[in-house]
T-cell receptor
């Protein structure tokens, strides 16, 4: 069964610090790896995404690092802010499966002021 | 542009009953996907509809079904409810363009409680 494993389950970071969330996948047929951010009472929202032919993608304070050979990718949140406190999900999408995302278990991030 | 709208937002049912949830996608989006979110299992894919046809299906029993209408609105139905069906049901829409971008736009969900 296709799986995406995410760690840690929860994370507490001081304001200004770096938050790091890691994911690993098993299926080499995945060709797109998005990260979603979810606030309480809201649906997930796309944060940033990467394709496996790119090793790193940066958007503002958010960076995805991708290691294709290790089948691992991670999200780095630089200068973490209290407003970043949310649950983060990594996901993987197979070719042709536009609406079918395989999600990691999620990481609850708390940024302390 | 309005986002994905799901109704009802909250509902309580008893075991054995059935429930229908509704989703209106973003205007112009032709793909609608449904996900079940629980604390234990996380986000799990139920099914995806595109142009009124089921394009993908997750590993859920046949009690879970869905459909899509010609205006892209979608409904999902769960029959013979079980306690374990208590969850947040999320609908997501996408343009379903090529190449696959994985960008789904989620609604706020319908929270189902089964007693």
């Amino acid at each position: 069964q296709q799986q995406v494993k995410q760690s840690p389950q929860s994370l507490i970071v001081q304001k200004g610090g770096i938050s790091i969330i890691n994911c690993a996948y098993e299926n080499t047929a995945f060709d797109y790896f998005p990260w979603y951010q979810q606030f309480p009472g809201k649906g997930p929202a796309l944060l940033i995404a990467i394709r496996p032919d790119v090793s790193e993608k940066k958007e503002g304070r958010f960076t995805i690092s991708f290691n294709k050979s290790a089948k691992q990718f991670s999200l780095h949140i630089m200068d973490s802010q209290p407003g970043d406190s949310a649950t983060y999900f990594c996901a993987a999408v197979g070719s042709g499966n536009t609406g079918k995302l395989i999600f990691g278990q999620g990481t609850t991030l708390q940024v302390k002021p | 542009k309005a986002g994905v709208t799901q109704t009802p937002r909250y509902l309580i049912k008893t075991r054995g009953q059935q429930v229908t949830l509704s989703c209106s996608p973003i205007s112009g989006h032709r793909s609608v996907s449904w996900y079940q979110q629980t604390p234990g299992q996380g986000l799990q894919f139920l099914f995806e509809y595109f142009s009124e046809t089921q394009r993908n299906k997750g590993n859920f029993p046949g009690r879970f079904s869905g459909r899509q209408f010609s205006n892209s609105r979608s409904e999902m139905n769960v029959s013979t409810l079980e306690l374990g069906d208590s969850a947040l049901y999320l609908c997501a829409s996408s343009l379903s363009g090529t190449p696959n971008t994985g960008e789904l736009f989620f609604g706020e969900g319908s929270r189902l409680t089964v007693l």
